[in-house]
């Protein structure tokens, strides 16, 4: 006769083999699955050295295909040499170099960046940029106040969130406090992860400024995500 204690004990066994696979074991969770593995990137996106500050290489392994710097047919053969083209949805810039071709680059835009869409000119363009914090974002973040404009802004160089390269976009002469500008992670591109603007790897940033054209156009596509993204907020602009 079973005694009590011994009925217990059996009756857990019993109803953990109920929830165990076939041959008594319990299931093995699903393995995880390994990360990407990509090819080596281009020799372009190696440490540059010959800038004011040393621009790191971007490491192997880090950034998809579809976001190196490439030369694609032009989605828009209407356009002139110069226009640049911002899809938000899939985190690609173009330069359209003529009817038949552009320059295809990797970015990642401002978590409410989906907000501002349109047309924009191209007004001028800055190496190594100054980041002057406007007075409203101070109000925000009270802490940005020693890089107030009236306090000169941040010193360019590593740790500036504009990076190696800046683009300035202005709307019927107002500065519209958009910047296309460098200094993206790797992991953002393709990716809705800044407060508004545009960011580039600081390698294609800065080719991106080379190739650029004064007062060429820049078209920001309406995204067609859901809008369900908080005001925007221009976390990397600049005031002269």
């Known amino acids: 006769m079973l005694n009590r204690r011994l009925f217990l004990a059996l009756s857990g066994s019993l109803s953990l083999s109920a929830c165990a696979a076939p ?3 319990l299931r093995k969770p699903d393995p995880v699955p390994p990360p990407p593995q990509y090819p080596p990137l281009p020799a372009f996106y190696q440490a540059i050295w010959d800038e004011p500050y ?13 976001f190196w710097r490439q030369e694609v047919a ?14 938000p949805d899939v985190g690609h810039l173009h330069f359209v170099e003529n009817a038949e071709t552009a320059l295809r680059y990797g970015v990642s835009v401002g978590s409410a960046g989906f907000d501002w869409e349109g047309s924009a000119r ?4 800055r190496k190594w940029p100054r980041w002057k914090v ?13 890089y107030s404009v009236a306090n000169g802004g941040m010193d360019p160089g590593p740790g500036n969130p504009l990076g190696a390269r800046a683009l300035y976009l202005f709307q019927n002469g107002i500065d519209t406090l958009y910047r296309i500008h460098g200094d993206a992670a790797p992991w953002e591109l393709g990716k809705a992860v800044s407060s508004g603007c545009i960011r580039m790897l600081n390698q294609d940033a800065i080719d991106l400024y080379d190739r650029s054209v004064h007062g060429a156009t820049v078209i920001v596509l309406p995204s067609r995500k859901p809008a ?3 005001p925007a907020e221009v976390a990397a602009s600049e005031t002269l």
């Open 54 to 66: 040393p621009v790191p290489a971007i490491p192997e392994g880090s950034v998809a295909p579809e």
């Open 228 to 230: 369900s993204l908080p």
């Open 74 to 87: 032009n989605p828009w053969p209407e356009h002139p040499r110069g226009t640049i083209v911002i899809d």
């Open 23 to 25: 041959g008594g074991f």
């Open 134 to 146: 406007p007075a409203e974002m101070i109000k925000r973040q009270p802490e940005l106040e020693p």
């Open 122 to 125: 191209l007004q001028f363009t």
